[in-house]
């Protein structure tokens, strides 16, 4: 059964970069018909997708973010990761990775169960 | 840039049926496929409707997605409420290399 799961620091400072990896469990992270992306929610709001990356490192970005953030691939780790640069308040949220299908658009399925990061001096 | 606009709240009693929204603007929503997500507190997003109609495995048929092209938007509806159906709904999709959430819309069955 395919799973994913986040780990991060949990707490970083303003203007630091936090690094969050998602590590993919169940399947090979290397399948040609899949994207693997990152998605965030701050507390008590909405879902905002911030990037994909298909295993041959192709990466897509939430143009709101393109400046701040770098997806990456490891597929001998089969793990994916993100980093947010400079970070501040408004960074604070859960942040969730998830894999979805690549010639259908397809929705994200499934989900980690999320890691939270809190930007905080 | 396309953007996904939902009621940010309904309510129904229980046993009755809800319809929650999801426009688009910005471009076609029926250019690609529409999914539904339904989020309780503390726990990520699992999809209730992916493409536009389709239910998972273990999703109740109470719960249907559609289409109208006429107003550019996707519906979920959920008859026959029960309180555990009452969630965060997110409805998602994709425009230009760009994956969408909407705003989502808090349910609540009392």
């Known amino acids: 059964q395919l799973q994913l799961q986040e780990s991060g620091p949990g707490l970083v400072k303003p203007s630091e970069t936090v690094s969050l990896t998602c590590t993919v469990s169940g399947a090979s992270i290397s399948t040609t018909n899949y994207f693997w992306g990152w998605i965030r929610q701050p507390p008590g709001k909405g879902l905002e997708w911030i990037g994909s990356i298909y295993y041959s490192g192709t990466t897509y970005y939430n143009p709101s973010l393109n400046s701040r953030v770098t997806i990456s691939v490891d597929t001998s780790k089969n793990q994916f990761s993100l980093k947010v640069n400079s970070v501040i308040a408004a960074d604070t949220a859960m942040y969730y990775c998830?894999?979805?299908?690549?010639?259908?658009?397809?929705?994200?399925?499934?989900w980690g169960q999320g890691t939270l990061v809190t930007v905080s001096s | 840039n396309f953007m996904l606009t939902q009621p940010h709240s309904v309510s129904e009693s229980p046993g009755k049926t809800v319809t929650i929204s999801c426009t688009g603007s910005g471009g076609n929503i029926g250019n690609f496929y529409v999914h539904w997500y339904q989020q309780r507190p503390g726990s990520a997003p699992t999809t209730v409707i992916y493409?536009?109609?389709?239910?998972p495995s273990g999703v109740p048929d109470r719960f249907s997605g559609s289409i109208d092209s006429s107003s550019n938007s996707a519906s979920l509806t959920i008859s026959g409420l029960t309180t555990e159906d009452e969630s965060d709904y997110y409805c998602q999709s994709y425009a230009s290399n760009n994956w969408v959430f909407g705003g989502g819309t808090k349910l609540t069955v009392l």
């Open positions: 998830g894999r979805h299908e690549r010639y259908t658009y397809g929705r994200f399925d499934p």
């Open positions: 493409e536009d109609k389709q239910r």
